[in-house]
């Protein structure tokens, strides 16, 4: 493990019961990119993402993450690691009886830290954050588009200042118009903090928008693990069938026009994208 890497996944196994998931799996995951996670229905996305937050069980195999072995942990450290990260899941989340106010304030409640008038101040940054009006405080999810619950979820994952942010599927259920909204905004959230992302995503547009580098689960092995252009590269049924649609062709060409083209601005190109490495290579 190097200082620049986020989470180090060393030749994991991860299962339910008798079925095996990931076996001799090996991805890392450096400080501050935005890596995306794709693969088949079912090869194991959400499993790897929820084993990394340690909602899964590692069977075999190390994990580092921010620079600690959590099984090496006890319970406090352990708590205090998970403070580090913020989590989006698929739907949102949000709690349904409480306010967009207190939903935010949620976890620094928890934390126990703050006094009332900081969790204030932190819950109206927050919401400037993600594009929301102090007026959104008051109303309850119900109340939301689905383009808000999103920008809420965000904004709740990010009150606790995560260094990690993990993402499952965040524009799921969302218009093109207000998925390409939230890629927007999680990119320059991103920009403006720093922080390291690491999602699960289908939406090939939200990967051209967002990604510094995607890795491709398959197997329950990481694939390849490169950029956008690169990983599409690789000749494998999965990666034909997903890269390599009408709409992923399209996306292809205006990506490999940006990067002919530098003054265009393109995730895929962003600067972190690197070769296709060792812990890529099929086995
Ligand atoms: N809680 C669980 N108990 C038992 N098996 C599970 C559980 N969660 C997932 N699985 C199994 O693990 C495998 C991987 O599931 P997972 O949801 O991680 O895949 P995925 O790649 O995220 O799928 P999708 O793209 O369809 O959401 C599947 O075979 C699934 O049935």
Not at 22 to 44: F, N, P
Not at 173 to 198: K, Y
Request: hydrophobic share 45%.
């Amino acid at each position: 493990m190097v200082r620049s890497d986020a989470i180090v996944l060393t030749d994991i196994a991860t299962r339910f019961g008798t079925h095996w998931v990931q076996r001799h799996l090996d991805l890392t995951v450096r400080c501050g990119e935005i890596l995306a996670i794709v693969g088949g229905s079912g090869t194991g996305k959400t499993t790897l993402l929820r084993a990394m937050m340690g909602l899964v069980p590692i069977a075999e195999g190390r994990m580092t993450i921010l620079g600690e072995n959590p099984q090496a942990l006890n319970l406090r450290e352990l708590i205090a690691l998970r403070q580090r990260w913020g989590v989006l899941f698929q739907q949102g989340a949000l709690f349904s009886a409480l306010t967009v106010y207190e939903n935010i304030a949620f976890p620094l409640l928890e934390w126990g830290h703050l006094s009332r008038s900081e969790i204030s101040d932190l819950v109206a940054l927050k919401l400037q954050m993600v594009g929301l009006k102090p007026s959104d405080a008051w109303k309850l999810p119900a109340e939301l588009s689905g383009g808000m619950v999103k920008r809420v979820a965000l904004a709740r994952a990010l009150a606790m200042e995560a260094e990690i942010l993990f993402l499952d599927e965040p524009t799921s259920g969302l218009d093109p118009i207000a998925a390409a909204e939230f890629d927007a905004l999680l990119r320059q959230v991103h920009g403006d903090i720093g922080f390291t992302v690491v999602m699960v995503s289908h939406d090939l547009d939200s990967l051209a928008a967002t990604a510094d580098r995607v890795a491709v689960l398959a197997d329950g092995r990481v694939l390849t693990v490169g950029s956008l252009i690169e990983v599409q590269q690789v000749d494998f049924p999965y990666i034909r069938a997903f890269f390599h649609g009408e709409r992923g062709e399209r996306l292809l060409t205006s990506l490999r026009a940006a990067e002919k083209c530098p003054t265009l601005p393109s995730a895929a190109q962003s600067g972190s994208a690197t070769p296709v490495g060792p812990e890529s290579a099929p086995r």
